[in-house]
């Protein structure tokens, strides 16, 4: 065992100066959030998505559709929260957004997970990089918002692109839907209109339980 | 043909404003990066990355490498570029780096599938984000350089880390990887210094073919 670690290329290999080593070690270490699998389709229903592809999927809507924030925002930031808000998965796991007791149990797990992962960059780089991580998990900042409300909007589009194949596969409810996300994603009212629009369009089409049904 | 089509969910479906339609369509038009498969391996060589996820790699890999620039840049901006860079392969593929010939017919592809894509955005966020896209590709403005150096460092990064296995499949020399990476990669020169330090490592392990041998 050790002499086969030993024979594994690793960045220490190449005798760069500490800083640098200590930013390629980080690098390397979350490449991991590309094995972590999501509950989520992709847009064309083909498979399960990855938290680092929609990682840059969040991103990139962030840029589209900050436009419709109601406050103003440092869009850049929420472009750096977006590529940042699920390294934690990398030790801690994707917690489904509908296991409410799983995601309690989640908020301590992701916060060793961020310990060990930005405590491998230098100093300087590590506090800021927390920082803006911890801003996004408070959902407080203007910025915070709105990157939590495209992280939500984000896999209820592709339920609804999907025709709720998730949603029907976990028996999820008008109710579920509703609860936990409105709270989340009104706070950007065009986006939480969209959404709003599609929990209609999927209720109708029976794509969620019907919490109401006479029959239930 | 037309009743299925009619049948699957689409963004239309939810007679949301123009603008607002126009954006969501663009994003879930290039969710389809998720599919295009890149010639390089995670970095623990478990299966070839795709461009959706290696693109939130190269995001990170400019926020935390960015101070390496000689010239001050706009971070933010290259970060953009990293986004970007590659979605035109939803219509264009991926092209070998180490195929000169079919890099050089890629072009006009990559071209063509800019002019597709970007137009499905509202037309400000579409001229904006093509000449984002348009200034990587032109590799001139510091920003540009950067995110192209950093392109390249990634892929050998992960090519040392697992081995060579890549280089050594497809009979990759020292040579090739030297003239077609280190006009780019020495524009910053301590991550210049990475990759001459990973080929110096490459050839000695013999992951690379050595040019100079007298048995070739």
Request: hydrophobic share 45%; net charge negative.
């Amino acid at each position: 065992m050790a002499d086969a670690a030993a024979a594994s290329p690793n960045v220490s290999d190449l005798n760069l100066d500490a800083r640098l080593e200590a930013q390629l070690r980080f690098l390397v270490t979350v490449d991991a959030l590309k094995h972590v699998e999501r509950r989520t389709l992709t847009a064309d229903g083909r498979r399960l998505e990855n938290s680092a592809e929609h990682s840059w999927h969040i991103a990139l809507y962030v840029r589209v559709l900050a436009e419709h924030s109601p406050e103003p925002i440092d869009v850049d930031r929420v472009i750096l929260m977006a590529l940042l808000h699920d390294i934690v998965e990398i030790d801690a796991g994707d917690t489904f957004l509908y296991d409410v007791a799983g995601r309690a149990a989640q908020v301590e797990r992701e916060r060793a997970a961020a310990d060990r992962l930005f405590a491998l960059l230098p100093l300087d780089q590590s506090t800021l990089l927390r920082t803006i991580w911890d801003e996004f998990c408070a959902a407080e900042s203007p910025e915070a918002r709105l990157a939590n409300v495209i992280d939500r909007l984000q896999p209820i589009l592709h339920n609804f692109l999907t025709g709720g194949e998730r949603w029907l596969a976990h028996g999820i409810s008008v109710e579920q839907v509703r609860t936990i996300n409105l709270p989340v994603t009104d706070g950007v009212p065009p986006l939480g209109d969209v959404v709003r629009r599609i929990i209609a369009h999927a209720a109708a089409a029976g794509w969620l339980v019907d919490d109401d049904a006479p029959e239930r």
